[in-house]
């Protein structure tokens, strides 16, 4: 009786919330019509993508909205979509005359929609004697892409009952009471309603202007004046904070990329891809951050230097449902504090051993204050990595190995000058804009610092400036380039004012001497290895409407083609080499295990099964732990229990705690070894015995 009466309750509650909030729509204010033009204008005259505003664009603007309001497929229905459909090809036009209405009329369903069934939730989170099932075979499916709209109200509850089921259980295998874990949750849904009922005029005109700025790529956003200091803040990297760039993906706040150098990269837990699920302070309560704006997140994260921030985070590489809490202690960061450093790497190929100069280079950076002043000491990326090579030089090192992963990019001025650094007099990289003008300006002008053995190590997050470098040395045939693709951040943007915000857009593209883009594509390894970052999660070509790869002329420039006849043999030495080789073979095979477990569509709402799921991962990763310490010959753990309380990497073993720098640096060790005199009559000996054979 108790329980019926619970719900007649929140029925009427209900339907008194959602007149209410019938009665309170948001509304354009006056200016954002003009505005709106005025954005409609800029990206016409100014983007480098030329594009019709027309029926096409208006069809796939709609889309965009609608996703971007509910990307989780969570509140509109089947019948709202259905609705929306009549602006499919009006959008165009109705944007033209600066007309805003559909933006603010769906985001109102949204919203109603969104508070109407958050209030629902906790009202059923409340009733006692509500009980969740956690003997049952049902499943839910969260992936959006592997849904449908809901297909009515009765769909609706159906799907946020299993979703709650879901949050209760992943709160219960995180060591939640479940008293606690409803606590949480009531939280959670009451701070989201919190979020729809502060939302405002210029929130709702930000998205959706934001929808139409997206369609001409990624890298293009309107900011509102309130927006746009916070952009300024990422753009200057000299927030007190973690150093982390955030987004949002469903509902939660997700890490993009790591600073190099900042407090969350020397903690050194932190990485890209990992769910950020609550945030505190100090010794203080972790509020749960699920739901949240990004802004209000970032805030939350954001704090003075000295002070402690706890994150409870869902690792990337985990098993999609454990979180663990992470303890960064806030700092100033400063694009120009992240120095490049240098360190000493053996490494002993065919009985010969050979010492390697490894320069990290986590951003391009230039103090441009300290600069513009003519201070004679300013810091810069070409300055640091000149200091450091005269000292690896002095050191008597083999070679040198540029470790480029991560590296998000920075100044363009100094991809230029650095790559000066190992090339000869010619081209760095060619830029052209809207109108087709070709820039071949920015050009190595002095004599090569450094001529010896070479190698650049680049991944999936090495982007922008890192590419230009990477693919110069490469078209110069200059210096192998291993590791995996990088990301393919090939276009340069450039920030606008308007009569009311900023508006960021898209003004060129980045190509090689070659005359290749770096643009979608990236730079591609002449000894590619298996890559830790899923490439269909993250690069520029998994991010919607960006800029194509193409081609423009090849601009003259000098080859060395002396590398070029010892790849193929390099990368089979490569193969034979990782695949004996414990902690190169671990490192992947723990990727490997987290892709497939993050790819299940459908999970399971019975605890026991989640348990048992639970555990799964943890006897697979002790497993795969075992198996690497006997392949060493080292003495295997003996419990699950042990092994997670003594599970630690020796930071002084490079071998094991960066395989891939270790294997990099066996590579270049082999390049030096068959580039030299020696080495090319090894080759040719090699050839003749295949020949006699």
Known sequence: MRFIFAVLKAALFI????QADASVQITPVSGQSALYREIIERLGEGHYRAQSIDDALSQRYLDHYIEMLDPSKSYFLTADIEEFSQWALKLDDLAKRGDLKPGFEMFNRLRDRAMNQLEKNIVLLENPDYVFDYETEDSVILDPDARNWLESSDAATDYWEKRLKDSMIRLVLNDKDPSEAREILIKRYTRQIKQYEQRDSQDVFQLYANALTALYGPHSSYFTPRNNENFQIN???SLEGIGAQLTTEDDYTKVMEVIPGGPADVQGSLAAGD???GVGQGDGEVVD????????AVALIRGAKGTTVNLEVISANGDNTSSSTIAIVRDKVKLENKSAQSKILEVNREGSTYKLGVIDIPAFYMDFEAYRARDPDYKSTTRDVLRLLRELEEQQVDGILLDLRNNGGGSLQEATTLTDLFIDYGPVVQIRDANGRVNRYHRASRPAEYSG???VLINRLSASASEILAGALQDYGRALIVGTQSFGKGTVQEITDLSS???KLTISKFYRVSGDSTQHRGVLPDIAFPSLYDVEEVGESQQDNVLSWDRIHRVPHKFDNSLAPYIALLTDTHQQRIEQDPDFTHMFERVALSDDWSAEIEISLNLSKRKARSDAWDKTLFSLDNKRLKAKGLTPNTDIESW?????IDEDNIAESDPILFEAGQILGDQIRVTSAVGRL??????SSKAIH
């Open 235 to 237: 753009m200057s990297l």
């Open 15 to 18: 339907a008194i919330s959602a």
């Open 501 to 503: 915000g900023q508006l």
């Open 682 to 687: 090894k080759i040719v000996q090699l050839e």
């Open 453 to 455: 053995p070479l190698l």
């Open 289 to 296: 951050v699920v739901g949240w704006r990004i802004d209000d």
């Open 275 to 277: 769910k950020i699920i």
């Open 644 to 648: 997670k309380k003594d599970r630690e």
